[in-house]
């Protein structure tokens, strides 16, 4: 029988890491899936895909609980990363659209 090797336990630190980590990524790929929805995707970079997404999933948390829209249990990335593209694509339209208005008058 094999002995299991003990884990050194889990501090703030470690778990605050881990949230950072796992917000950039949610919000990486979110912000880049909706900048392709959006046609922006030419113009944004690595850090403004990010910037989008994590501002995207403020948004997404705001109308998902104003509408009274529950996300599916599942993977905790998939429901988060789900929000936060429809709260970054709703922003990116916005933005569109303030940038349209903004050229006509």
């Given at each position: 029988m094999t002995q299991l090797a003990q884990s050194a336990p889990v501090t703030g630190t470690d778990v605050g890491l881990?949230?950072?980590?796992?917000?950039?990524?949610?919000?990486?790929?979110a912000g880049w899936l909706a900048s392709l929805v959006a046609r922006t995707g030419d113009r944004?970079?690595?850090?403004?895909?990010?910037?989008v997404g994590i501002v995207g999933a403020i948004i997404g948390g705001w109308v998902f609980h104003n509408l009274g829209v529950?996300?599916?249990?599942?993977?905790?990335?998939?429901?988060t990363t789900a929000v936060a593209f429809v709260g970054a694509t709703i922003l990116l339209l916005?933005?569109?659209?303030?940038a349209h208005l903004g050229r006509r008058y």
């Open positions: 881990r949230l950072l980590i796992f917000w950039l990524l949610a919000g990486g790929i944004m970079g690595c850090l403004l895909n990010i910037a529950s996300v599916p249990q599942g993977h905790p990335f998939i429901d916005l933005l569109r659209l303030l």
